[in-house]
């Protein structure tokens, strides 16, 4: 009998577990990556997520985070893409032999931008620490740049030992970290350019014959890998180490989306094939059982907020400041996300004029919010003058100061009263001491 018991209560608790679990909950996916994240950037919805915030080598995908402070550099007049500079021999000599490069020489010029196609195309390792010299200095003050750019993309968990991601025990960072900073990435149209390029022809230099580029991404390309092109694809960068695996750094875009995909440490060392078909497969995933829908319209009345100061009406109906989608798994409905009002004021206080802002709606499941939308008053409410008055009246006399004036005026007028009834002198009446002289009329004496 108590066995039963216990059964009933075991099975009770595993139901309301299954009725509580999110209907977004993310499927299993046949993949190799250690970690991987996947973001619809509209309001960064996570579609997929493994082992998101563990601490991960990124190899070469470190190379976004260089180009867009050079990129940056530029925008600030800095430098300029055409502006050539001149490989040091420092650099040459501090290259590792097993690096990825292309054959930049001691004392050879290129311009800004070459260098940067040789960066994010090739992953260039010399070429990231030239363009580092150039911004900074020195390799070791732009690495120091690096890491305090990336604490103000809210990077938390990142940290970069130099500019080219090869390994380094002290090197590292996360999937969502990348994330963040793909999503600066992509608002650089010339970084986009840059990475979305297949082929690239650098010209001639003072040392060197021309250099003929082809992309490592082969989800943009075929040229080095075959069987991996895939519809609407963009950037990012790839990256590859024996410590670090196979890693890549991408984007699709399809319509009005954009999904940002990240692979660390997946199998396949080398040539990296395995974080094409692992993209693949979470691309697939994302647009195969994510959708964009209609989770708000502009003529939803969505409640009704407390009025003072107005005969007119007690309460002013609020309506959305605008439609809001959002992306949501194929199996959740608009209807099932929670919605959250939230007032400006406990009470609305009249004159209101018709798309007043007066409280805000989100939207949410479980800790997803799919948005946060304005809410706004639907139509003008008058005012009374004399409850406008009153209201002002009360509202001065519950000023602190005010207070304090009024008691020190009555405290003021007491003390002139007791003054005057116990200590003001006092007015004598009658004779004060003396003979007073009698004066008598004798009438008008006659000459």
Avoid at 21 to 30: G, S
Avoid at 75 to 100: C, F, W, Y
Avoid at 434 to 443: I, L, V
Wanted: aromatic letters at 8%; glycine letters at 6%; proline letters at 3%.
């Amino acid at each position: 009998m108590k066995f039963r018991r216990i059964l009933s209560v075991f099975l009770l608790t595993v139901l309301l577990s299954v009725n509580f679990l999110p209907a977004a909950a993310a499927q299993e996916i046949d993949i190799t990556a250690d970690a991987a994240l996947v973001v619809d950037t509209t309001d960064d919805i996570v579609l997929y997520s493994k082992n998101a915030t563990q601490l991960m080598y990124p190899a070469s995908i470190t190379k976004v985070m260089t180009a867009l402070l050079v990129l940056e550099a530029v925008e600030r007049g800095e430098l300029s893409m055409d502006q050539m500079i001149t490989a040091s021999e420092k650099v040459i000599a501090n290259l590792d032999p097993e690096a990825s490069n292309v054959g930049l020489k001691a004392g050879e010029e290129m311009s800004v931008e070459n260098l940067l196609y040789c960066t994010l195309m090739v992953s260039a390792c010399e070429a990231c620490d030239v363009l580092a010299e150039a911004v900074a200095g020195s390799v070791d003050a732009f690495v120091v740049r690096m890491n305090n750019r990336a604490a103000e993309l809210g990077m938390k968990n990142t940290r970069f030992a130099n500019t080219s991601g090869l390994h380094h025990p002290d090197h590292y960072t996360t999937a969502w970290d990348l994330y963040l900073l793909a999503k600066v990435a992509l608002e650089n149209e010339t970084f986009m350019t840059i990475c979305n390029t297949i082929a690239y022809d650098v010209p001639a230099t003072n040392l060197s014959g021309s250099r003929e580029l082809h992309t490592t991404n082969s989800l943009i390309s075929n040229w080095r890998i075959l069987g991996y092109l895939y519809d609407g694809a963009e950037g990012l960068k790839t990256g590859t180490t024996d410590e670090a695996g196979a890693c890549l750094l991408s984007s699709v875009v399809r319509g009005e989306r954009r999904v940002v995909c990240v692979v660390l440490h997946c199998d396949g060392i080398g040539a990296g094939v395995q974080t094409f078909p692992d993209s693949i497969r979470l691309y697939d995933y994302a647009f195969d059982h994510f959708s964009t829908k209609t989770i708000l319209t502009t003529d939803e009345m969505i409640d009704e907020m407390p009025v003072a100061l107005s005969k007119q009406t007690s309460y002013v109906v609020l309506h959305p400041a605008n439609d809001a989608e959002a992306v949501l798994p194929n199996d959740l409905s608009p209807a099932d996300l929670t919605r959250t009002v939230t007032f400006n004021a406990d009470v609305a206080l009249a004159p209101i004029t018709k798309g007043d802002v007066l409280g805000t709606i989100t939207l949410s499941y479980g800790d997803q919010v799919y948005g946060t939308v304005d809410l706004l008053a639907q139509y003008d409410v008058e005012a009374s003058k004399f409850l406008t008055v009153k209201y002002q009246l009360d509202q001065f006399l519950s000023q602190t100061r005010v207070k304090l004036a009024i008691l020190g005026i009555i405290a003021l007028v007491a003390l002139i009263v007791v003054w005057w009834k116990f200590f003001r002198p006092k007015r004598r009446y009658g004779r004060t001491g003396g003979k007073r002289r009698r004066r008598t009329y004798h009438g008008r004496r006659r000459r």
